[in-house]
């Protein structure tokens, strides 16, 4: 079992930058891929991005493509979102998420919510105009 730990949210401007933390617990960090999902009042929790055990693989929504990095740092067992270029409607919660992926990684897993079994509590991220 994992337990996840977001920090780094906050208020941006608009065209702003942030970046966003996730620090898990326990020594087996590297078995677990990491995806990154946000939530908007109102509206379906969506897919931001994902990043395999050793971070070779990483798997980006489209609507955010280009404005994305997810890094991890295996010894320090936490992965990061760098974001830039923020936009209003990037406001969200945002949480991160961790799963073993046990029979393997594919894009269209990465980018399930359903596919994750542990989940951090989220931090919110306020862009305003």
């Known amino acids: 079992q994992v337990q996840l730990v977001e920090s780094g949210g906050g208020l941006v401007q608009a065209g702003g930058s942030l970046r966003l933390s996730c620090a898990a617990s326990g020594r087996t960090f590297s078995t677990y891929v990491m995806g990154w999902f946000r939530q908007a009042p109102g509206k379906e929790r969506e897919f931001v991005a994902a990043?395999?055990?050793?971070?070779?693989?990483?798997s980006y929504a489209d609507s955010m493509k280009g404005r994305l990095t997810v890094s991890r740092d295996n010894n320090k067992s936490t992965s990061y979102l760098q974001m830039s270029s923020l936009k209003p409607e990037d406001t969200a919660v945002y949480y991160c998420?961790?799963?073993?992926?046990?029979?393997?990684?594919?894009?269209?897993?990465?980018?399930?919510?359903?596919?994750?079994?542990?989940w951090g509590r989220g931090t919110p991220v306020t862009v305003s105009s």
């Open positions: 990043i395999d055990w050793s971070g070779i693989r990483r």
């Open positions: 998420a961790a799963d073993r992926f046990s029979s393997g990684w594919t894009t269209e897993k990465s980018r399930t919510p359903n596919t994750y079994n542990y």
